[in-house]
């Protein structure tokens, strides 16, 4: 489990509105940081360092700007269950607008840099500001929509079809702010992260990310994951990414799809 300390926050200047806010769930956010002006800290956190920890007194929303982190709970015998992942451009902490205590510890994966919003600022500024209300409950409804299908995740797909609709869902996050290149991305977790969010020992995660490959379905340089055949990938994880507002149809971005003996061994794979 992570642990972190207040060393790890270092002051920056303010910063300016839309820095790396392209995100839809967190549309309006860009003004809400330059109405709040100095009232917002720009903080800088180091890898592995815990934002938020598990039942403290929250008095902060956050904007992540150019991290990854993931928000997860440890359950009484050590195990830990990541309920998500923040990405670049992602808003986090709305908790923090309704219960007294925080349901998750939130951690970074990577250096972050994020802008800390005090609730009692963002309760002032939404008496007055109705498109910041509707970014808010919009940020909040896309969060319930993403949990929704990380527990269909658990529940009831495959170990394959979780592993495809994990990057198809990162894929489509990452897209709609701009930090993805074609059909590629840089994804910096570890199989032990991957698998404490989809239920799967670091060994399954390691041989279904093989088979998906040997599938020709993605391909694994590094860091740096491609989808190969998007349409394919969707069909099999069951993905269907308007949950993200992605309307893009999955054939739009298809590959040549494989051959008919091929697609049925594939299947057969995703159905185990």
Request: with cysteine; hydrophobic share 40%; glycine share 8%.
């Amino acid at each position: 489990m992570w642990t972190g300390s207040e060393s790890a926050l270092v002051d920056l200047p303010a910063k300016s509105a839309c820095t790396a806010i392209s995100s839809s769930f967190v549309a309006g956010l860009d003004s809400l940081l330059y109405a709040c002006g100095s009232e917002t800290k720009s903080v800088r956190f180091r890898k592995g360092t815990d934002v938020v920890i598990a039942g403290s007194r929250p008095d902060s929303l956050y904007v992540n700007h150019d991290g990854w982190l993931y928000g997860y709970k440890i359950l009484h015998n050590g195990g830990r269950q990541i309920v998500n992942f923040v990405l670049p451009g992602e808003l986090f902490g709305l908790q923090s607008l309704t219960f007294t205590s925080s349901f998750y510890s939130i951690a970074t994966v990577t250096p972050c840099t994020l802008s800390k919003v005090p609730v009692a600022l963002i309760d002032r500024m939404t008496e007055r500001n109705a498109k910041l209300t509707r970014a808010l409950l919009h940020a909040a409804v896309g969060e319930t929509a993403i949990l929704g299908e990380h527990l269909i995740n658990a529940g009831r797909r495959s170990a394959y079809g979780r592993v495809g609709h994990f990057l198809l869902e990162l894929f489509v996050r990452l897209k709609r702010g701009g930090w993805t290149e074609d059909m590629s991305f840089v994804m910096p977790l570890t199989q032990e992260l991957i698998g404490d969010a989809l239920g799967l020992s670091p060994v399954h995660v390691n041989r279904t990310l093989r088979s998906l490959r040997d599938d020709k379905l993605i391909a694994l340089h590094g860091r740096h994951v491609t989808l190969c055949d998007f349409a394919a990938l969707c069909r099999l994880s069951d993905f269907e990414g308007s949950y993200l507002g992605d309307q893009t149809a999955p054939h739009d971005r298809a590959a040549p799809a494989a051959a008919a003996g091929d697609a049925q061994a594939i299947a057969l794979r995703a159905a185990s």
